[in-house]
């Protein structure tokens, strides 16, 4: 059953994450909740299973359930919350300004997208002229 909750949050993990890299804000949205869900299966999954309630004098300490990946399940279902109410204001807004949901590039990314271009080009002039002083002929 754990092999199978495993390949469920991998296959979450690998799909939200190509929903992350789209264009669309619309997928970016849907890959962050596909990649919150991930997280709560395997934050379930690591838990050592079912156990007696942690209340001290109960049963024995070694038999208790582990708290912590439920702490950290409610964790992860809190921040997604968050992020995802915050990416549909955003998607809301983008909607009443440009009726699109595509996120533009910006204008630092373009920037430097042109400077690596440039460093590669000199880079290579460089390799090449090191090629021909090395070459005697």
């Known amino acids: 059953m754990s092999v199978l909750l495993a390949f469920a949050a ?3 993990f690998g799909t939200g994450t190509f ?3 789209q ?3 619309s997928r970016i949205i849907i890959g962050i909740g596909l ?7 395997l934050l379930l999954t690591s838990g050592s299973g079912r156990g007696l309630p942690p209340i001290i004098g ?4 070694t038999d ?3 708290p912590l990946p439920q702490a950290l399940a409610l964790t992860s279902i809190v921040i997604t919350f968050g992020v995802t109410a915050f990416l549909f204001a955003l998607g809301y807004r983008s909607w009443k300004i440009t009726h699109d949901d595509v996120v533009e590039d910006d204008v630092e990314d373009r920037y430097i997208a042109r ?3 440039q460093l590669v080009d000199e880079g290579e ?8 002083a090395e070459d005697p002929e």
């Open 10 to 12: 991998a296959a979450l």
């Open 19 to 21: 929903l992350l890299l």
């Open 23 to 25: 264009r669309r804000l």
């Open 58 to 61: 109960s049963a024995d300490p």
């Open 35 to 41: 990649i919150g869900h991930g997280s709560n299966i």
């Open 115 to 117: 400077r690596v271009d």
């Open 125 to 132: 002039a460089a390799a090449r002229l090191n090629e021909l």
């Open 64 to 66: 208790f359930a582990d």
